[in-house]
């Protein structure tokens, strides 16, 4: 079935090349979904040399686990490893069909790498982001094609979160549309299409909630008595999984929020001390006890 607002799907087109700008943690996670689910190389790229090498490691360990449990054979193992490549430089994106970019969650940034990225490949190659908050529109409105640009931003952990929103920017053509729902289908995501205002759908709604749990520990209240309260309500309580989508992501998407929306988000300063502490998450690893 078409989800609501995708296209006609004739309108889509084949993808058999995939470039990947970043090699963080989302960008290792994405091409690892690529490789095994579109079958076709994968070339990863980063400005920082031991990143892309830690990156390009990630997704092989990644397959060879898979393996060892039985769920690859050896030698889809040696034929999915061999289709995922790193390179520093975008050269290897000539004849990509789509690049989707990963890279620190600012716009500036993004457009200077869609704007390499632009110059290197070819005139109908579709360029998404997988931005967790930015306008998509403005993040294509430097480039000579604007029409090629989509978001397509996935959830953490990517291999086992069902959702994919699609967001067309203003300048979004039909066939980019068509190329973003399809690739979705074939990722086996369940695709909705968000429209192109601050945050989407779903970090808008997990602002709030994460946002009113960061509020009470504000106010006061232990981090651990907030997550236990939330037993049985949702798979993750807020603080465990904003340790997992990374404090300062979760950061940088509730100050989008409350620029967007002052009157109802909150930016808090316990979220900030943690970001500002350099620590990945309000537990200790180790002992599993709050850091705060
Ligand atoms: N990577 C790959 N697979 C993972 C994984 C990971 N990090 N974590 C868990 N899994 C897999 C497990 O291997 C297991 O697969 P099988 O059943 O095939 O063996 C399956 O997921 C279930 O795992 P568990 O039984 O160990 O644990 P669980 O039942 O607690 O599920 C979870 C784990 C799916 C992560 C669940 O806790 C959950 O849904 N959490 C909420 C995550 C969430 O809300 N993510 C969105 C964050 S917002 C975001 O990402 C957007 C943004 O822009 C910031």
């Not at 830690?54 to 690859?72: F, P």
Request: proline residues 6%.
């Amino acid at each position: 079935k078409r989800p609501a607002g995708a296209p006609d799907r004739s309108l889509a087109r084949t993808v058999t090349k995939v470039g990947i700008v970043g090699a963080g943690l989302m960008a290792g996670q994405l091409a690892l979904l690529v490789v095994q689910r579109l079958q076709v190389p994968v070339v990863l790229t980063d400005v920082d040399e031991a990143r892309l090498a830690q990156g390009v490691g990630y997704v092989h360990a990644e397959l060879e686990k898979l393996a060892g449990k039985g769920r690859l054979s050896p030698d889809r193992l040696r034929r999915l490893s061999r289709l995922v490549t790193g390179s520093v430089d975008k050269a290897g994106f000539a004849d990509a069909d789509l690049v989707i970019e990963a890279v620190f969650e600012e716009m500036a940034v993004k457009q200077q790498v869609f704007a390499e990225v632009e110059a290197v490949v070819g005139a109908e190659c579709v360029l998404a982001t997988n931005t967790s908050s930015l306008s998509v529109t403005e993040m294509g409105s430097r480039l000579q094609h604007p029409e090629r640009v989509v978001g397509l931003h996935f959830f953490n952990p990517v291999a086992v979160m069902p959702l994919l929103e699609v967001i067309p920017g203003e300048h979004t053509d039909e066939a980019t549309l068509a190329t973003a729902f399809a690739v979705g289908a074939s990722l086996r995501k369940t695709c909705i299409r968000a429209a192109d205002r601050p945050s989407f759908v779903v970090n808008r709604l997990l602002g709030r909630f994460m946002g009113e749990a960061a509020r009470i520990v504000d106010e006061g209240t232990p981090i651990e008595v907030v997550d236990r309260a939330f037993a049985g309500l949702a798979p993750m309580p807020p603080f465990v999984l904003i340790g997992l989508v990374g404090p300062a992501i979760a950061l940088h998407n509730g100050e989008t929020l409350v620029r967007a929306f002052p009157d109802r988000f909150w930016a808090s300063p316990t979220l900030k001390r943690v970001v500002e502490s350099g620590r990945r998450g309000f537990y200790d690893l180790s002992s599993g006890r709050p850091v705060l």
